[in-house]
């Protein structure tokens, strides 16, 4: 009988195993801050050292932005519940286009960013923004609402999305986790955009459970973890690393379904990872898989044009 102790459950764990939140809203001035010490940390090594101490930099002025604005108007609450009745996401970015304070934030963005060390095309990019006409500004602010990039203004698209991450995320940590619900396979509950990959939680609470990234509005949200997040398949799922080794702690995840591939991160491997500061250190991975027949799905603004 002595040997039957070790099937019985620990009753210390008896209560401690709950279900993992479906949405994590984010706490920007808190998350833009680890973003840039992250890529900081990635800039100490690597040929990529000069775009991530720019980007470093970017998220740094993020962070004290977020922490100085004063508090955003939160949504409608009747927007919010016809968009939780109708399963829709309850940010609706065509309603941000005109929106005040994100010119707000946009204004005051571009003039902190204008003292950072940023590289000749930054510099430029960043001049171009300031001598845009309205229509054109409000052109650009379109595409950086509909995740679409023109390459030849890469640079002016990237700081208009940096500043419209800090609206869209301090708008997000206005709503109520529990009433966000999913919206659709691989697209955020708050803003409905694309992830940028996904991290397998090592933080208390969600430990191994599964969480999408929304480089958008920094919201994250609870998905399967062997399941393409472009079409929802849980068949031929298969996993890719730079390092051919079983043991990354970053993989693609590739889909046989559609063709697709999104990063996973696992964090409970490596606590350090963030995933949109490692999702660009880890380009490697990316030219990797670009010389296989899939093409990647999650949407990452700081690796437009790589």
């Not at 640079?155 to 659709?184: D, G, K, N, Y």
């Amino acid at each position: 009988m002595s040997g039957m102790s070790d099937l019985q459950p620990d009753p210390s764990m008896i209560g401690r195993i709950v279900k993992p939140p479906f949405a994590i809203l984010p706490d920007p001035a808190a998350a833009f801050t680890q973003r840039a010490a992250r890529f900081a940390e990635l800039a100490e090594s690597g040929e990529l050292a000069p775009y991530l101490r720019f980007l470093s930099g970017l998220c740094t002025v993020q962070a004290e932005l977020s922490a100085s604005l004063p508090p955003p108007a939160p949504l409608p609450p009747e927007q919010v519940e016809r968009a939780r009745a109708g399963a829709m996401p309850p940010l609706d970015r065509k309603l941000l286009e005109k929106a005040p304070e994100l010119r707000d934030t946009i204004a005051r963005f571009l003039e902190a960013v204008s003292a950072l060390d940023m590289p000749p095309a930054a510099v430029e990019g960043l001049v171009a923004l300031r001598v845009a006409s309205p229509e054109g500004l409000d052109e650009m602010i379109g595409n950086v609402l509909a995740d679409a990039f023109p390459f030849d203004a890469l640079p002016q698209h990237l700081f208009l999305s940096a500043a419209v991450q800090v609206h869209a995320s301090r708008l997000a940590a206005t709503l109520e986790a529990e009433r966000l619900v999913a919206v659709q396979v691989g697209l955020c509950p708050v803003c409905g955009g694309p992830p940028a990959g996904s991290i397998v939680s090592g933080r208390l609470g969600t430990e191994n459970s599964r969480y999408a990234c929304c480089a958008f509005c920094a919201t994250q949200w609870n998905e399967v973890r062997i399941k393409c997040l472009a079409c929802g398949s849980t068949k031929g799922i298969g996993y890719k690393s730079a390092e051919g080794e079983e043991n990354a702690v970053i993989k693609a995840e590739t889909c046989d379904s559609c063709r697709s591939w999104v990063k996973v991160l696992y964090q409970n491997r490596n606590p350090s990872l963030e995933c949109i500061a490692d999702d660009v250190g880890s380009l490697g991975l990316d030219l990797l898989m670009q010389q296989t027949e899939y093409r990647r799905a999650g949407f990452d603004p700081f690796l437009i044009g790589y």
